[in-house]
């Protein structure tokens, strides 16, 4: 696809995970001008190509929108493809950030470190009991989803000594992962985890993929962590899975309503942990999204096709 492209515009959207004027800058030795854009229809419509976090309507009428997110469930593929407008994402760059964030979550609870900050606020001295530390060597973590956050999370527990399992659609061997099952056999494969990772985009064939079978199927002493979406998971499965001791815990990023509502009860569970959807957040984010912007102007003016098009 050929367009002219004069100006980007950086939506104000993108301040949910780094300020705007941040990225503007970074790409200001670009041909094309590049500002901080609001929502105002004529100033949308003056570019021809648009960075963002979130999606307008208005976007509709420029030429190429890119997302500074992997996940694009945001975006009406059917409209943009009538439209004539490109898509693009930043798959690539979270899988180390995410990999980083997730064990974290791992040695939590292993090294029961989240007992202690909260021990902390009520100034609490409490020794945990002599058995309920443990360490991550020789545990096994399944990663449902293989592909660039989910290979990010095998790389960095790896690492730690964690024997890393994955699913997918199918069985095929992936690079990382010491056994892969595909998606009929979930249940088999959540089955001996010390721990079940979520990875996974939301898509139609996503939604609700860990129900209250998987949860059901998993150890009584496993935990679960979810860094995809949060509708991957049945979220009222998942609290049921909790208050009833079927599993030992969760780390959860994501959630089916964002932010998490106040009556949640996750926020009150000991054995949980909530972040709010940062677990990709890092000092160098504009800069990662940047470069794939600037990759695709050079691809555009010499006629390539995009990075990371995805529709």
């Known amino acids: 696809m050929q367009f002219e492209l004069e100006r980007i515009g950086v939506h104000e959207s993108v301040e949910t995970v780094f300020p705007p004027s941040e990225l503007a800058e970074y790409l200001a030795d670009l041909p094309a001008a590049v500002s901080v854009i609001g929502d105002d229809p004529d100033e949308i419509a003056a570019c021809d190509a648009v960075v963002t976090f979130e999606h307008r309507d208005a976007f509709l009428e420029v030429d190429w929108v890119h997302s500074i997110q992997a996940g694009v469930d945001r975006f009406p593929f059917d409209e943009f493809e009538a439209e004539g407008v490109v898509l693009t994402n930043s798959t690539g760059i979270h899988d180390r950030w995410v ?111 860990v129900d209250a079978d998987v949860f059901e199927a998993m150890r009584e002493d496993a935990y679960f962590v979810n860094v995809g979406r949060g509708p991957v998971v049945d979220e009222p499965a998942l609290i049921d899975a909790l208050e009833t001791d079927g599993i030992a815990g969760a780390a959860l990023d994501v959630f089916e309503t964002e932010p998490l509502p106040e009556e949640s009860p996750l926020w009150d569970m000991d054995e949980v942990i909530v972040t709010p959807h940062c677990a990709a957040f890092t000092a160098d984010y504009f800069r990662a999204v940047g470069d794939i912007v600037r990759e695709n102007v050079d691809r555009l003016a010499d006629d390539e096709p995009f990075h990371n098009r995805v529709v």
Do not use: K
Request: hydrophobic residues 40%.
């Open 99 to 209: 990999g980083e964030t997730v064990a974290g979550y791992l040695l939590s609870f292993a090294r029961r470190l989240h007992v202690h900050v909260a021990n902390q606020q009520d100034r609490n001295w409490e020794q945990p009991a002599w058995d309920e530390g443990f360490t991550l060597p020789g545990t096994t973590a399944c990663v449902l989803g293989t592909g660039t956050l989910g290979s990010g999370v095998a790389e960095v527990l790896g690492a730690l000594g964690v024997r890393v399992t994955g699913v997918r659609r199918s069985a095929e061997p992936v690079p990382g992962f010491e056994e892969v099952y595909a998606t009929d056999d979930l249940l088999e494969a959540v089955a001996d985890a010390d721990f079940v990772i979520v990875t996974l985009p939301l898509t139609d064939e996503t939604r609700h993929l």
